[in-house]
Structures are given as structure tokens and as C-alpha cells.
């Protein structure tokens, strides 16, 4: 089974800001298999890149994933009002047994 | 539109038993792999459970398994979740979401339907 961890837990930043987030496997995942979400309070988690590093419909460019492996990361380049949120990554392990990453919470400094 | 509803969730004692369903539309409902994913109140994503299109490969999270049972009825567009033997701790907001054919992510997601198992 594979076991994502999610660094940090919370990260306080300013608007205009880049944020950085870390998603780590136990051990390696296909890109393929690689996602994050946003979500917001009161909200359903929305779909922000796939394959590790294709953004979805609709996601500003400023929203970009990479990694590889075993570690993988979420960055938003300058972040707008609307991204203070809670990000989670999602890997998709075999026989229909997907996880989640505990999540980091971007909130406003 | 693209839309899941969510819907059967409510207060249950514990032991006792609960259906949820979910009704797909405005998309091709047997494209995809569907799922159920639950969020306890102030905690992170958990995947509950998954069915392939022709509901032919089925998967549970441990802490579900033996209790739960999903299906689903492509002819009626919907996705079921039938729920035994609840705990406390699968008190949660309880969403559907689907995966493309091929695909490894969840999109869309449905707004949920709250199950609290209390006495």
C-alpha cells in the first residue's frame, strides 16, 4: 500500500506570494497516477492537475505540478485571493485502491 | 451540465444500516469508474470504495470492508453505496465522484451527503 505524506501541513503566505507544496509516496508512483485537488470550506475537492503535471479544464496557469517517482510538487506561482485553500494529492495504486495525501492548508499571513 | 446528486445520508444509530445513491448527468455514465470518497468532519479525503464501468473489478478501503458494498446501474445512471454495521467513525460528508475510462483522477465530484452515526 502506498502511503502519500504532504508537506507542510500548513503554509501561511501573502497574496502575490509563490506557494510550494510537497506530495511524497512510500515508495515510487507512475506520474500517470499523480493528482492534486483544491478545496475550499463548504466546498467538493476540484480536479487542479492530472498526470502529475497537466492542469484541468479551466485551471489558471499559474497552478503547475511536477515531480517524479517518489516526490512530487504542487507550486502556484503567485497566489490570488481565491487559492487560499486546502490542496491534497491522490495517487491511483492498482486494483482500484486509491489515496490521498493528508492535505496542506494555504492560508493568509 | 455535468452533475453527481448525492443523496440518503442522515442521522443513524450505530449497528444500524444506510443506502446512499447518487445520480449521474451530462455525461456518459458508463465511460467511467465511479467512487465513493468520505470526509470526516475537519479531516482529510478518504477513499471508500470504486467500481469499474461494468461494475467487473470492485475495491474497498480496509476500514470499510465486509460492511459496505457498492454497486451501480448503468441504466439508470446511479450509484449506490449500501452501508451495515455503522461505526461512529464513519460519521462523514460521503461523496461520489467519477473517473474517466482510462484515467487515474476524480472528476467530477458530487457536493456529498451527510451520514452521522450516533445514538
Known amino acids: 500500500e502506498i502511503v502519500l505524506t504532504q508537506s507542510p501541513g500548513t503554509l501561511s503566505l501573502s497574496p502575490g506570494e509563490r506557494a510550494t507544496l510537497s506530495c511524497r509516496a512510500s515508495q515510487s508512483v507512475s506520474s500517470s497516477y499523480l493528482a492534486w485537488y483544491q478545496q475550499k470550506p463548504g466546498q467538493a475537492p476540484r480536479l487542479l492537475i492530472y498526470g502529475a503535471s497537466s492542469r484541468a479544464t479551466g485551471i489558471p496557469d499559474r497552478f503547475s505540478g511536477s515531480g517524479s517517482g517518489t516526490d512530487f510538487t504542487l507550486t502556484i506561482s503567485r497566489l490570488e485571493p481565491e487559492d487560499f485553500a486546502v490542496y491534497y494529492c491522490q495517487q491511483y495504486g492498482s486494483s482500484l485502491h486509491p489515496a490521498f495525501g493528508p492535505g496542506t492548508k494555504v492560508d493568509i499571513k | 451540465e455535468v452533475q453527481l446528486v448525492e443523496s440518503g445520508g442522515g442521522l443513524v444509530q450505530p449497528g444500524r444500516s444506510l443506502r446512499l445513491s447518487c445520480a449521474a448527468s451530462g455525461f456518459t455514465f458508463d465511460d467511467y469508474a465511479m467512487h465513493w470518497v468520505r470526509q470526516a468532519p475537519g479531516k482529510g479525503l478518504e477513499w471508500v470504495s470504486g467500481?469499474?464501468?461494468?461494475?467487473?473489478?470492485?475495491g474497498y478501503a480496509d476500514s470499510v470492508k465486509g460492511r459496505f458494498t457498492i454497486s451501480r446501474d448503468n441504466a439508470k445512471n446511479s450509484l449506490y453505496l449500501q452501508m451495515n454495521s455503522l461505526r461512529a467513525e464513519d460519521t462523514a460528508l460521503y461523496y461520489c465522484a467519477g473517473a474517466a475510462a482510462g484515467t487515474y483522477w476524480f472528476d467530477p465530484w458530487g457536493q456529498g451527503t451527510l451520514v452521522t452515526v450516533s445514538s
Open positions: 467500481i469499474s464501468w461494468n461494475s467487473g473489478s470492485i
